[in-house]
Nanobody, 121 residues
């Protein structure tokens, strides 16, 4: 089993910054992609940013230039630094890990429990 634990959400004024973290623990051989998704009320979950094991990064257009995703492979942790936050960034943010498990090397996808980010206008 693998657990993902998120932290760093909260209430922030528009224009402010937040840093989200997500750490994985458990039976892990390696982690491929690490990503962040978000879901606002009444909307579908959408990709925010993803970083591959090789360091390739993709951002949603809505956060490009305002957010930075990074990873610490030694800690099995992904970070999302969000700056110049806007009201429309308000959502529940979920981390997503693409993991290879030990022995079988089967691929598993895991989600964090979600952390609320609320931006006040």
């Amino acid at each position: 089993q693998v657990q993902l634990v998120e932290s760093g959400g909260g209430l922030v004024q528009a224009g402010g910054s937040l840093r989200l973290s997500c750490a994985a623990s458990g039976r892990i051989f390696s982690i491929n992609d690490m990503g962040w998704y978000r879901q606002a009320p009444g909307k579908q979950r959408e990709l925010v940013a993803v970083i591959s094991n090789g360091g390739s990064i993709n951002y949603a257009d809505s956060v490009k230039g305002r957010s930075t995703i990074s990873r610490d492979n030694a800690k099995n942790t992904v970070y999302l630094q969000m700056n110049k936050l806007k009201f429309e960034d308000t959502a529940v943010y979920y981390c997503n890990f693409d993991i290879l498990v030990p022995i079988t090397r089967q691929r598993r996808v895991y989600w964090g429990q979600g952390t609320q980010v609320t931006v006040s206008s």
